[in-house]
Structure formats: structure tokens, C-alpha cells
């Protein structure tokens, strides 16, 4: 059973398109969420939490849907600069962090 | 910037010897945490640490490991006996307390095992 799971990709996107990834996750009791990103051979970094009402960050929106279990992220006007692995991570009910594989992003001058 | 730092870098062992790898949370952070990330592989919890004990462990946190909080500022973790499927890049986290849950990374530290 995977506890996150999310489309690997690749997704390879022009500049400036709005690509979306969605993610899901198995336990109904799962307390928080994050989208991080991680860059080749480096450490995984905070992009944003991920609310119940949902959230913006500038070209960045994140959708929490709990009855269907069910992340997304929203990147819009993509630059080069994002190309990368979105990894969505799960907490649950204890302080134990469930991370997907990650979807691979390229964007493609 | 506050970041959380760990040495070494990279690590090369013989099968079966013990190893430990070092972390330096950010200063002001009181949960700790290492996870592991094998080559191609997702990240994968090992094991939360507060107030001086473990508060989770995943099923790969076997008698194998262990971690410590020798002093004010490191955080370490122990393999005793690696074995060949331990390679793998080991990233230490921390965050401020458990309502924020923002974890910050370290670098890692790349692990081969011969």
C-alpha cells in the first residue's frame, strides 16, 4: 500500500505554461501537506503548505480536497527555473512524513 | 540564513562496519528528523526525535539504528553493522516546533557501502 502517490511524469512543458500536478494519499486521518521541491543530487526544499481553503503563492496554487484525498499544485507561467521533482508530502496523525516518488518537471525554453 | 548542515558529505564504508553521520539543526529547532533517499527512489521517513527521544520510527528504523543528541547541537545518526542496500543519500531535518511542521533540510550525506 502507498501511502502517497503521485503521476512521475516526466511533464515537459514550454515556458510560460500552466502545468498541474496531482498527488493522493491512503490515510483519511492524515494531518498536513506540503509540495517540496527537489533539484537533482540536493536536498528536498519547502515550496508551500497545502490548506484546506487552498493556497497561492504567487504562480504557485495548492488545492487540498480531504473527502477525495486528493492534492494539487498549480504552477503558472512557467519559468525555466522550476524545472524539477515536486514531491508531495503527507503527514499523519503522529509526526511521521510520507513523501511520493515525485513528478519530474523540465520546461523547455 | 539558518540552515541545517551535516558532515560528511560522503561517506564510503566496507560491509559491515558502523558508521555515523552527523547533523547540525538550526539552532532554535526542537524536532529533529533523518530520512533516507536511495538512488531513483522516493525519500523515506526514518525516524523523528524530541526532547531527547524518538516520538516515531518507521519500519526501516530497525535495531540497526539509533540516534543521539550528544550535546547542544548535534544529531547524529548510527548505522552499527552496514549492509550493501544501507547506500543511499541520508538528509537531516529539523523545524521549529510540531504545530508549524516546516521541516528544513540539510545537504545530505551520500552513503556507499562496499
Given at each position: 500500500?502507498?501511502?502517497?502517490?503521485?503521476?512521475?511524469?516526466?511533464?515537459?512543458?514550454?515556458?510560460?505554461?500552466?502545468?498541474?500536478?496531482?498527488?493522493?494519499?491512503?490515510?483519511?486521518?492524515?494531518?498536513?501537506?506540503?509540495?517540496?521541491?527537489?533539484?537533482?543530487?540536493?536536498?528536498?526544499?519547502?515550496?508551500?503548505?497545502?490548506?484546506?481553503?487552498?493556497?497561492?503563492?504567487?504562480?504557485?496554487?495548492?488545492?487540498?480536497?480531504?473527502?477525495?484525498?486528493?492534492?494539487?499544485?498549480?504552477?503558472?507561467?512557467?519559468?525555466?527555473?522550476?524545472?524539477?521533482?515536486?514531491?508531495?508530502?503527507?503527514?499523519?496523525?503522529?509526526?511521521?512524513?510520507?513523501?511520493?516518488?515525485?513528478?519530474?518537471?523540465?520546461?523547455?525554453? | 540564513?539558518?540552515?541545517?548542515?551535516?558532515?560528511?558529505?560522503?561517506?564510503?564504508?566496507?560491509?559491515?562496519?558502523?558508521?555515523?553521520?552527523?547533523?547540525?539543526?538550526?539552532?532554535?529547532?526542537l524536532y529533529f528528523y533523518w530520512y533516507r533517499q536511495i538512488l531513483g527512489q522516493k525519500v523515506e521517513f526514518l525516524v523523528s526525535f524530541y526532547n531527547n527521544e524518538i516520538s516515531e520510527k518507521?519500519?526501516?528504523?530497525?535495531?540497526?539504528?539509533?540516534?543521539?543528541?550528544?550535546?547542544?547541537?548535534?544529531?547524529?545518526?548510527?548505522?552499527?553493522?552496514?549492509?550493501?542496500?544501507?547506500?543511499?543519500?541520508?538528509?537531516?531535518?529539523?523545524?521549529?516546533?510540531?504545530?508549524?511542521?516546516?521541516?528544513?533540510?540539510?545537504?545530505?550525506?551520500?552513503?556507499?557501502?562496499?
Amino acid at each position: 500500500r502507498k501511502e502517497v502517490e503521485q503521476d512521475p511524469g516526466p511533464f515537459n512543458v514550454p515556458e510560460g505554461a500552466t502545468v498541474a500536478f496531482n498527488c493522493t494519499y491512503s490515510n483519511s486521518a492524515s494531518q498536513s501537506f506540503f509540495w517540496y521541491r527537489q533539484d537533482c543530487r540536493k536536498e528536498p526544499k519547502l515550496l508551500m503548505s497545502v490548506y484546506s481553503s487552498g493556497n497561492e503563492d504567487g504562480r504557485f496554487t495548492a488545492q487540498l480536497n480531504r473527502a477525495s484525498q486528493y492534492i494539487s499544485l498549480l504552477i503558472r507561467d512557467s519559468k525555466l527555473s522550476d524545472s524539477a521533482t515536486y514531491l508531495c508530502v503527507v503527514r499523519d496523525t503522529g509526526n511521521q512524513f510520507y513523501f511520493g516518488t515525485g513528478t519530474s518537471l523540465t520546461v523547455i525554453p | 540564513e539558518p540552515e541545517v548542515t551535516q558532515t560528511p558529505s560522503h561517506q564510503v564504508t566496507q560491509m559491515g562496519q558502523e558508521v555515523i553521520l552527523r547533523c547540525v539543526p538550526i539552532s532554535n529547532h526542537l524536532y529533529f528528523y533523518w530520512y533516507r533517499q536511495i538512488l531513483g527512489q522516493k525519500v523515506e521517513f526514518l525516524v523523528s526525535f524530541y526532547n531527547n527521544e524518538i516520538s516515531e520510527k518507521s519500519e526501516i528504523f530497525d535495531d540497526q539504528f539509533s540516534v543521539e543528541r550528544p550535546d547542544g547541537s548535534n544529531f547524529t545518526l548510527k548505522i552499527r553493522s552496514t549492509k550493501l542496500e544501507d547506500s543511499a543519500m541520508y538528509f537531516c531535518a529539523s523545524s521549529e516546533d510540531h504545530s508549524t511542521d516546516t521541516q528544513y533540510f540539510g545537504p545530505g550525506t551520500r552513503l556507499t557501502v562496499l
